[in-house]
């Protein structure tokens, strides 16, 4: 993108990630981790054309940010690192792109380093992306002093400067390249006949070629249809074969007018089209950024009508009215006012009072709804543990304002480890996070290792008669409970029951019963965790006509509990984890390898593409930060979702330290209160 705005002369010089000065990467986060972590808007012209630019996160813990980018753009451009390869990432941004059926280029930058394969990842991405992947320029001298291009289309080798500016001479093909790049023409007027079938026609009529015009008509028409898909060579950091790819941007890239009609719901739900030429306003929000000294921004696509500063639009999405401020373009983090938007185009505005990340904003009485994006769901966690006791309104609140421009984490309070948990989908991404509580809201946390939940349960069926009885200076206390358990299928929680007959306890006191066995279950008996799974029965008791109440009944019932439970061979149960894995063919050994010595256990391996997916159930213990561990073991290759499966037993010498553990952690808080 940078290359991008130099060579069209929207920025005066290209800038580096390394001293921070690019357009794109300017939050003070993505300065710090040398990474893009934001979409970030940007605009140039070329060939008469304006191009909006959306630069995209690529790093794993990021990529999903993408995705409201995606949902308004008109096609997408991958970047593929000379060097690296594909990677995870790479598939994921096209499975993205392809679900919201945009037109694709791929750029392999960083021809300028040692080592650069371009003409295996033209294979690889034909054998991951199907055969339409078709090369436009091809590096002739990629590696340190990469500065020559075979450029397909126009037959002609061109010559970089070497000093960065991007001046260039061309010179026209001969010898074996000239064989070369007619194999490639008669192979792209082949692919460009079958996209249609006038030009089929006049392919076959003249003999198996067309004229320039035809083939460059033809060009837009099967790259819209995905016929092919463009790749193009370039070094970026050195302006070599940027202006060949805004080229073809121009004039072959997709335009609004290319997506005309999308769908959209109306106020009864019925699916709907939106034209493009409809008269009314309709934008959609892909991305809401809070800054300092600037407010909130929301950033839209126009998808019909026009839009200017101060208008009234209704949210279709949250049923209110809203007046839009002044209407801004964006350059990264420069903004400039403009007094008009319309169909197509991209702009930002401010401090919006209702308007969230996904909402449709419509001329008033129109109440259109363009689709929301589905975010993938977070896949790793963390508790925050606050440095400042009493913050915890203040933490609710930051994290609420950052998940409105960040949908891909999420966080809850989980009552039953009682840690306030934070989910993302990687460590870096919550370690971002964090830095953002502290640097806005002046929030600190320390993000550890949730506990794990575990429950506890019994084996065997066990009774209990227990007797309260409490005498002192007035009235006293006396309750009998006879009780009997036995354990119930996994995941079907506590039922309590009673089945007394005759006198000797009033039904009065079966709530109370029940009210301390309840309390019992919530403590835990064997190591403080809830209990789970088990059936209790109250079928007998004794009262005293003065000295019953509910309280002893109470005291009663949780204590038959507790020792019928104790005599009920109670054991500890474990979260048990669904792990999908997807993992390049070469590094599955690794990575089942891996999962054994997690105790996981692998259900199936299923092929896809160039890839496998080991489908596996591991203990919730065993994968604390397994997005790490799986980056390492693939050179940040593969990819993983996890849900929750079930509670399975645990291995007995797991079960004894973790119930030692337990009761030396529970009686260090209760000397701490």
Not at 66 to 82: C, T, Y
Not at 255 to 261: E, F, Q
Request: with cysteine; charged share 25%.
């Amino acid at each position: 993108c940078e290359a991008m705005l130099a060579c069209s002369g929207a920025i005066p010089k290209l800038g580096s990630i390394a001293q921070k000065n690019t357009v794109s990467d300017y939050h003070v986060s993505e300065q710090e981790h040398q990474m893009s972590m934001h979409v970030t808007c940007m605009h140039t012209e070329w060939l008469g054309k304006k191009l909006n630019l959306l630069d995209c996160p690529g790093y794993a813990d990021f990529a999903a940010d993408g995705l409201g980018a995606l949902r308004v753009g008109d096609f997408a451009v991958l970047a593929i690192h000379g060097v690296h390869g594909i990677q995870v990432g790479t598939d994921q941004a096209w499975d993205y792109a392809t679900k919201y059926g945009l037109p694709k280029m791929i750029v392999v930058s960083a021809l300028d380093k040692e080592n650069t394969k371009f003409d295996s990842i033209v294979e690889e991405a034909r054998s991951h992306f199907g055969p339409k992947i078709f090369p436009f320029s091809i590096p002739l001298n990629a590696g340190l002093y990469f500065n020559r291009l075979l450029d397909v289309m126009r037959s002609k080798i061109v010559t970089y400067a070497t000093d960065g500016s991007g001046k260039f001479t061309e010179e026209s093909v001969s010898g074996p390249l000239a064989d070369k790049v007619q194999a490639f023409h008669k192979q792209i007027i082949e692919i460009i006949a079958e996209s249609d079938d006038a030009l089929m026609g006049k392919f076959f009529d003249e003999g198996g070629t067309l004229s320039e015009d035809e083939l460059r008509a033809g060009v837009h028409g099967a790259f819209q249809s995905g016929q092919f898909v463009p790749i193009f060579g370039v070094s970026a950091e050195k302006d070599i074969g940027i202006a060949r790819l805004l080229d073809i941007v121009a004039k072959y890239g997709s335009s609004p007018v290319d997506r005309a009609k999308i769908p959209a719901r109306d106020a009864a739900g019925t699916e709907v089209e939106l034209k493009l030429d409809r008269p009314e306003t309709v934008i959609h929000v892909f991305k809401t950024l809070s800054e300092p000294h600037v407010g909130e921004l929301s950033f839209f696509r126009v998808y019909s009508g026009s839009v200017t500063p101060n208008m009234e639009l209704y949210n279709a999405s949250r049923k209110v009215t809203e007046r839009l401020g002044q209407l801004l373009v964006a350059n990264g983090k420069t903004r400039t006012p403009v007094l008009k938007l319309g169909p197509g185009d991209i702009g930002c505005v401010l401090k919006l009072k209702d308007t969230h990340t996904g909402n449709t904003l419509c001329s008033p009485g129109l109440a259109l709804e363009l689709p929301k994006v589905d975010y993938p769901k977070p896949k790793v966690h963390a508790a925050m543990l606050l440095h400042t006791r009493g913050e915890e309104d203040k933490l609710a609140n930051g994290l609420n304002t950052l998940h409105e421009e960040d949908p891909t984490f999420s966080h809850r309070y989980d009552g039953e480890i009682k840690q306030h948990i934070l989910s993302g989908q990687g460590d870096i991404h919550l370690q971002v996070v964090a830095e953002r509580l502290k640097r806005r809201f002046n929030v600190l946390v320390d993000l550890v290792e949730p506990r794990i939940p575990y429950r506890e349960t019994i084996r065997a069926k066990a009774e209990s008669k227990y007797r309260h009885k409490k005498q002192t200076g007035g009235s006293g206390q006396f309750a009998e409970v006879w009780m009997r358990i036995e354990p119930k299928p996994r995941d079907t929680g506590v039922e309590f029951t009673e089945s007394l007959v005759g006198q000797n306890v009033d039904r009065v006191f079966v709530p109370s019963v029940e009210k301390g066995v309840k309390t019992a279950c919530t403590e835990g008996v064997l190591a403080h965790f809830h209990v789970t799974d088990v059936k209790i029965e109250f079928y007998d008791g004794k009262m005293h006509p003065v000295d019953s109440n509910d309280v002893a009944f109470q005291v009663a019932g949780y204590w038959a509990f507790k020792e019928a439970f104790g005599n009920a061979r109670p054991c500890l149960i474990e979260p048990i984890f669904n792990v999908e894995v997807q993992v390049p063919e070469e590094f599955i050994g690794a990575v089942m390898g891996d999962i054994s010595s997690r105790r996981g256990k692998i259900v199936g391996v299923d092929a896809d593409g160039a890839f496998q997916i080991v489908k596996a159930t591991i203990p919730q213990k065993e994968i604390a930060k397994y997005s790490t561990v799986l980056r390492a073991l693939t050179g940040g290759r593969a990819n993983h979702t996890e849900s929750f499966a079930c509670y399975q037993e645990m291995p007995a010498e797991l079960e004894k330290a973790v119930v030692e553990e337990r009761q030396k952690q529970h009686a260090a808080e209760h000397n701490g209160h």
